[in-house]
């Protein structure tokens, strides 16, 4: 047997084992160190986490905060811009049928004003025989009838303002912002008036072209004096994808998700301006931006 072998020499005894190997759990993870959970903390620094979980929840809150509203669709949207469309006309009690429809208008401001195109309105009215100017607001064979006012005109932009007696009215809200060529629009009103009743008709479309209210006349005799004034102050009109009816002049077109109105259905006062030229005039429908209804709404104010 060798002299070294088995034995530990006297003068240099066995060395004890520098630190130590720990048996390894199912995870292979050594006892001794304290154990990660699944976001790789540590048990023993809970401030950590906490931390971690109160960024976290900072961040969802600003997320919140930046991201925009979930709107409603069109379906939900009709149901609660119904109630703020009307019809406008005359109203005379000897008369058969006493009620006598001229276009389609929609609530604003504080609910007691209504906006509708100027030339919807009656230029005269057989005030000897009771006849008076009136809004009609309900759905179907519902109707209340509102006598009204002309409180503000704008001929230039074909709008006029009407106060309504009684209650306010739930208003629409009329949009901020630029309109862009090619966003969705919808607009609801009487098409074919209350022959059957108040029917509200919605229809669907989206801005084809934000256009000059007049295009200059091949020729003098193509100008109109209405044609010569829009030349002088020219403002942009809003050309819709869509097909409106003769009744629904004054009918607010909006954002199919907000309800925000952008402009009011205008067809006979743009196309005397804008079509004049044209032998046959087109179907197209026009829209009036609502920031000359902003104007006219503050005079009234």
């Avoid at 304290?34 to 986490?49: E, H, I, K």
């Avoid at 811009?81 to 000897?94: L, P």
């Avoid at 009329?174 to 919808?186: I, P, S, Y």
Wanted: net charge neutral.
């Amino acid at each position: 047997m060798h002299p070294f072998v088995g034995r530990a020499s006297a003068r240099h005894p066995p060395s004890p084992i520098v630190g130590r190997v720990s048996a390894r759990d199912d995870v292979g993870i050594k006892p001794d160190l304290p154990a990660r959970d699944d976001l790789g903390l540590t048990p023993d620094l809970p401030d950590r986490r906490v931390a971690l979980v109160g960024l976290l929840s900072g961040l969802l809150l600003v997320l919140t905060w930046l991201l925009p509203p979930a709107h409603a669709g069109l379906p939900d949207t009709i149901a609660k811009v119904r109630s703020s469309v009307v019809a406008v006309g005359t109203y005379q009690t000897t008369r058969r049928p006493p009620s006598v429809f001229r276009g389609t208008g929609f609530v604003v401001g504080d609910g007691r004003y209504v906006a509708t195109n100027n030339h919807v309105l009656p230029e005269v009215l057989d005030e000897a025989n009771r006849e008076r100017l009136a809004v009609f607001a309900g759905h179907g064979t519902t109707q209340d009838v509102r006598t009204a006012k002309v409180i503000a005109r704008d001929p230039d932009h074909d709008l006029a303002l009407l106060e309504i007696a009684g209650a306010p009215l739930k208003p629409l809200r009329l949009a901020e912002g630029a309109v862009k060529e090619g966003q969705d629009v919808a607009f609801t009103g009487f098409p074919v008036g209350m022959v059957l009743g108040l029917y509200h008709a919605t229809h669907r479309g989206i801005v084809a072209a934000v256009s000059p209210m007049v295009i200059p006349a091949i020729g003098g005799k193509d100008l109109s004096p209405q044609a010569i004034k829009a030349m002088r102050e020219p403002f942009d009109v809003y050309q819709l994808d869509a097909t409106a009816y003769p009744g629904n002049s004054g009918s607010p077109v909006y954002d199919p998700e907000t309800g925000e109105v952008i402009g009011v259905i205008n067809s006979v006062f743009v196309k005397r301006t804008k079509e004049a030229v044209l032998t046959d005039p087109s179907g197209i429908t026009y829209a009036i931006p609502t920031r000359f209804l902003k104007a006219l709404l503050g005079r009234a104010r």
